[in-house]
C-alpha cells in the first residue's frame, strides 16, 4: 500500500531535524503494518539478513545475533526481535521508506524493524544518527533524554548501554504516531503490550570512516607517491625540531590528495553506493535483449530498481553500488538517480540511443532493475 505521511517537511526540517526530538502524533492514518510478526520471524531465519535478539530477564541483558531456528524458548515477556534492512527483502515494508524520500538518499540507511513482546526493548542507549520510530501494533513507552555527556557502558558484550538520564520526552506511542530522534539523545522503548516498530534511519559517515575509505583509494589508484621535498633547506641550531613550515607541507601533500576534485570524487561515490547489508538480488536475473527491454518500455512497462540499491549522482558522474556508470546519456542516467521507478516518460529518447540500451540492459541483467509482474 502508499503510506501518506501527514509532515511538514520544511517546517520539520527548519525546528527539528538535527536539533531536537519530537513525537509526531497521528503522522500516519490508519496506519497498518506492512509486515507481520510471523514473516518477520521468517527473515531472521535467513543468514542473509542482519538480526538479533535481546531480553532482560531477572535484571540480565542478553542478546544473540541470527540467523535463528526457531523462538520456541523466549517466554512471553521481556525480549525483542530486530532486524535489518528489511526493505532489502520485504517489498511492502519497504514502501515505508518512500514517504521520506524528500531528503537526500545518500544519507538514508536502512529500514529496521523490531517485534517486541511485554517488557521488551534493548535499553537506554544513544544512536549516532536520525531515527524515525514508527509505531505499529501495539504500543510502546518512549523516554528521550537531553543531549549531554552520559557515561556509556556495556551490561553485555553486544549492547551499549547508558546511564539513566531525566527525560525530556516520556510518551506512549500508538499506531501511526513517529517518534524523531538526532543524533546523541538518549532514549529508551519499553513495550506494553506486544508491538511493532519500524525504525527509518539517516547515517552520517564519521571523519574516521572517510579518512580510512580515502586511503584505501589512494593505494589502489597509486596517489600520492610523490614523496616529501625541501630544496630550500637551510642549515638549523635545532636539528631535533620539526618546524611548523616543515608540518605545513607534509599536511599540504595530504590535503592536495582530497582536494583534487576528480579523485574525490569518484571516491565519494563508490564509498556512499557501497551496500552496509546484502542486497536481495536474484542469483540469475532474466537474460533480457537490448531490443526486448526498449520495447517493453515503450509499451508501457516499467522497470522498478532494486530496493536498498544505491545509485547517485555525485558532480558530473553517477554511481551504482560502488560502482561508476560509463554513460553515453547524462541526462537518463540521471533519471535513474532520481526516481525508483522508470519508464519511457523519465527516460525519454535515451531509449532511441542503442548505446544508452545496452547500458540499460546491463544493468537490469545485473538485477538492478525489474519488471514488476
Known amino acids: 500500500m ?8 520544511p517546517e520539520f526540517l527548519e525546528k527539528y531535524w538535527q536539533k531536537q526530538p519530537v513525537v509526531l502524533k497521528h503522522a500516519f492514518v490508519d496506519f497498518v503494518d506492512p509486515i507481520t510478526p510471523d514473516e518477520l520471524a521468517g527473515l531472521a531465519m535467513e543468514p542473509e539478513v542482519d538480526s538479533r535478539i535481546v531480553s532482560h530477564v531477572n535484571g540480565q541483558w542478553q542478546a544473540w545475533n541470527g540467523p535463528f531456528e526457531q523462538f520456541d524458548n523466549l517466554g512471553e515477556t521481556n525480549w525483542s526481535l ?22 537526500p538518499q545518500w544519507r538514508f540507511d536502512d529500514l529496521m524493524i523490531s517485534f517486541s513482546v511485554p517488557g521488551g526493548g534493548v535499553g537506554p542507549h544513544i544512536d549516532q544518527y536520525d531515527v524515525f520510530i514508527i509505531q505499529g ?71 574516521r570512516d572517510l579518512i580510512s575509505s580515502f586511503a584505501d583509494y589512494a593505494l589502489e589508484n597509486d596517489l600520492g607517491g610523490e614523496h616529501y621535498s625541501d630544496p630550500d633547506l637551510t642549515c638549523r641550531e635545532h636539528t631535533g625540531r620539526v618546524e611548523a613550515y616543515e608540518l605545513e ?7 592536495s590528495m582530497i582536494n583534487d576534485p576528480e579523485h574525490f570524487e569518484k571516491w565519494f561515490g563508490s564509498f556512499i553506493t557501497t551496500p552496509r547489508h546484502e542486497l536481495d538480488i536474484a542469483p540469475e536475473a532474466d ?39 560509463e554513460t553515453v546519456d547524462a541526462q537518463a ?9 522508470i519508464g519511457q516518460q523519465e527516460l ?26
Open 2 to 9: 502508499a503510506y501518506q505521511l501527514n509532515l511538514n517537511w
Open 82 to 103: 530486530l532486524a535489518q534492512a528489511v526493505n532489502h527483502w520485504h517489498a511492502p515494508a519497504a514502501e515505508l521508506v518512500k514517504p521520506f524520500q524528500v531528503l
Open 249 to 255: 607541507r607534509l599536511r599540504g601533500m595530504m590535503i
Open 348 to 373: 525519454g529518447s535515451a531509449l532511441d540511443n542503442p548505446a544508452f540500451a545496452g547500458e540499460l540492459t546491463a544493468l537490469v541483467n545485473q538485477g538492478y532493475w525489474y519488471f514488476d509482474e
Open 137 to 207: 501494533m501495539g504500543s510502546r513507552r518512549w523516554r528521550v533524554g537531553d543531549k549531554l555527556p552520559m557515561r556509556q557502558f556495556c551490561p553485555h558484550p553486544a549492547l551499549l548501554h547508558v546511564d539513566p538520564f531525566t527525560p525530556i520526552i516520556d510518551e506512549d506511542l500508538e499506531p501511526g504516531d513517529i517518534l524523531y530522534i538526532p543524533p546523541g539523545f538518549p532514549h529508551d522503548g519499553f513495550t506494553h503490550e506486544t508491538a511493532m516498530n519500524y525504525s527509518i534511519g539517516f547515517r552520517g559517515p564519521n571523519g
Open 287 to 325: 537474460d533480457y535483449t537490448a531490443q526486448e527491454i526498449v520495447d517493453a518500455l515503450k509499451e508501457g512497462q516499467v522497470l522498478t530498481r532494486l530496493s536498498g540499491l544505491r545509485v547517485l549522482r555525485v558532480g558530473d558522474r553517477f554511481f551504482i553500488n560502488s560502482e561508476c556508470l
Open 333 to 341: 542516467a540521471d533519471a535513474l538517480c532520481r526516481y525508483t521507478v
